[in-house]
Nanobody
Framework: QVQLVESGGGLVQPGGSLTLSCAAS????????MGWYRQAPGKQRELVARIDSSMTTYYADSVKGRFTISRDNAKNTVALQMMSLKPEDTAVYYC?????????WGQGTQVTVSS
């Protein structure tokens, strides 16, 4: 059974930092591109960042320079370090494992940026 379990969400003030973690099980982790998506109320789910097994990364323009994605292939985990958070970063953040023909999602973790 495949599981992607996110943790680390919460409430943070503008300008603050938060790190999300995702633990994967039931997949051959290093065969998957791992990503973080987010969905704000009334908006479509969007890609935030992704990282492949060779550590090549991609970031959405809106988070470049503020967010850092990393993965540990030995521990089957992927993390998203978020800095200089803005109210517009408020969303449910989802962990994603993508092998094109096989795509898996976590249950999501809420991030709220508010004073």
């Amino acid at each position: 059974q495949v599981q992607l379990v996110e943790s680390g969400g919460g409430l943070v003030q503008p300008g603050g930092s938060l790190t999300l973690s995702c633990a994967a099980s039931g997949i051959i982790f290093n065969r998957y591109v791992m990503g973080w998506y987010r969905q704000a109320p009334g908006k479509q789910r969007e890609l935030v960042a992704r990282i492949d097994s060779s550590m090549t990364t991609y970031y959405a323009d809106s988070v470049k320079g503020r967010f850092t994605i990393s993965r540990d292939n030995a521990k089957n985990t992927v993390a998203l370090q978020m800095m200089s958070l803005k109210p517009e970063d408020t969303a449910v953040y989802y962990c994603n494992a993508d092998r094109r023909v096989q795509i898996y999602w976590g249950q999501g973790t809420q991030v709220t940026v508010s004073s």
